[in-house]
């Protein structure tokens, strides 16, 4: 057995998956051991036993496979280093099957991706900041998250992209994210001997006051938790690039905040664009390759669809309904877990919402044809419980027939779209939900009216917060109803 150390990053783990792969070294022959970025690393990795190994040339890796890997990589295991290892030993080994959802391994890879993209969208969706007084000087932001994976440079990249020249931190229990408007700098304190890079493997030790140096600017927090003047603390050392005050443990999730620094970004820019029709970019077309084959035409009704995987775990697929003349449809990502244990849509706790919010907006639900982007139920098991699960592009891909279906018997001259998913659906394209709201999306001759997904409003902690999503939501509903009223 071959002892690998590596600190826990993807760009490690590949620097030294390639040179195994180079020597042949097989994955039952590799024990992975994760240590802190501060040790020093393998110069060089030797073949089990055998110094002159012969050298072994390896297939050129497509970079979907590897943008696969990288994602996977967040994901905390203990296992998550062999696991990559093992994909790509099977891969450059010409077991290509080893990508498909039916193999073992590569459902554990589906399963982590899908689980990494969903905290990470809940975490750039969901993250807690304060608004901090500006005359104490940046960041202008400090927010929190508690993530159960390693997520933090991703996000912090995507939040970057969102807030302009505003300066942030973000901070987890693992290290902690600054923008000062122009570069983004990713902090990771040493861990202590044993701790390990994820979460949920560490000791939960909350930090106290007295964990504060003396002078870490107190009174600065914007609440009393001195977990959050610890933080402040850390981001004036950090930022300046001096050492880190104190270990960081665990921190505390403080109580819930002001609004997201993301809305505030958004009402800078839009400088009046609500009330106008904008249009959104063409998606190119997807390249299809050895990673990523052409999907099967349907063969039967949607009851029989197998065109992806999600109907293995659904218990049935959830069809649109309405009136087939419907001139308003509404578009959600898929069906919850009532959705899918009777059939119909839009019948759950989202849908309850989504009723008031249509009273409020003035409209019947009876006038309106529901469906979604996905048509099954695609959850997980956390916790003994099923939790939701966001659609891969691939899975949204697969349901497009079925979407497309829909749009060309009913032709509503108005769609309604709830969430970042069905807007993606409906556009074809990678944009971002918040660029959109408030707005009308002038595409392929039709009108689209985003919104936010009544579930979003549902997991909002904050009163104010929920009332102003759901506000939001009546607003859209009512310009749909005029620009359908229009269109009569």
């Not at 940046?138 to 939040?159: I, T």
């Not at 050392?237 to 001096?242: E, H, I, L, P, V």
């Not at 820019?269 to 077309?285: D, F, K, Y």
Request: with cysteine.
């Amino acid at each position: 057995m071959k002892r690998i150390s590596i600190e826990p990053s993807f760009a490690a783990w590949r620097r030294a998956a390639r040179e195994l792969l180079r020597q042949g070294v097989e994955p039952e022959r590799i024990e992975w051991v994760e240590f802190d970025s501060v040790d020093t690393g393998i110069s060089s990795v030797a073949a089990p036993g055998n110094s002159a190994a012969p050298v072994v040339a390896t297939p050129a890796i497509p970079r979907e496979l590897l943008a696969w890997l990288k994602t996977a990589a967040c994901f905390c295991a203990p296992d998550r280093w062999s696991l990559l290892y093992r994909i790509l030993w099977r891969w450059t080994h010409g077991e290509r099957h080893v990508l498909d959802p039916q193999d073992a391994d590569g459902a554990l890879l589906d399963q982590r991706i899908q689980s990494v993209e969903h905290e990470t969208n809940d975490l750039v969706t969901l993250t807690l900041f304060r608004r901090r007084d500006p005359s104490m000087g940046p960041p202008e932001f400090v927010g929190w998250y508690e993530p159960h994976h390693d997520l933090l440079a991703q996000a912090a990249e995507r939040f970057a992209e969102r807030m302009g020249d505003s300066t942030w931190m973000l901070a987890t229990p693992r290290g902690a994210a600054f923008w000062n408007g122009m570069l983004l700098r990713i902090s990771q304190p040493a861990a202590d001997d044993g701790e390990t890079s994820c979460p949920e493997h560490q000791q939960q030790n909350p930090l106290t006051t007295e964990a504060l140096p003396p002078g870490a600017m107190a009174g600065e927090a914007t609440t009393s938790e001195p977990t959050e003047a610890l933080w402040l603390a850390y981001y004036a050392s950090a930022f300046n690039g001096a050492p880190a005050p104190v270990p960081l443990r665990y921190w505390r999730t403080p109580p819930v905040g002001p609004p997201l620094p993301a809305q505030l970004a958004r009402e800078r820019s839009r400088l009046g664009a609500q009330s106008g029709t904008v249009t959104v970019p063409e998606m190119p077309p997807l390249e299809y390759s050895a990673v990523t084959p052409p999907l099967r035409e349907p063969t039967g009704p949607l009851a029989t669809c197998r065109r992806c995987a999600l109907w293995r775990n659904a218990k049935q697929a959830v069809a649109g309904a309405g009136p087939a003349q419907a001139a308003l449809m509404v578009v959600g990502e898929q069906p919850g877990e009532h959705e899918n244990q009777h059939g119909a849509p839009f019948t759950g706790p989202a849908g309850q919402l989504l009723d008031t919010v249509l009273a409020r907006a003035g409209l019947e639900r009876a006038a309106l044809y529901l469906t979604y982007a996905v048509k099954h139920y695609k959850w997980e098991t956390l916790e003994q419980q099923r939790v939701h699960r966001t659609p891969a592009r691939r899975e949204v891909e697969a349901c497009q027939y079925w979407l497309e279906h829909e749009l060309t018997q009913i032709a509503p001259r108005v769609v309604v779209t709830l969430g970042a998913t069905a807007l993606k659906a409906l556009t074809g394209a990678h944009v971002n939900l918040s660029e959109y709201l408030g707005q009308t999306i002038d595409h392929g001759g039709r009108l689209i009216v985003p919104t936010w997904h009544p579930s979003y409003a549902l997991k909002m902690v904050d009163g104010r917060l929920r009332e102003d999503i759901v506000a939001g939501m009546v607003a859209a509903f009512s310009r749909a109803a005029g620009l359908t009223a229009e269109g009569a």
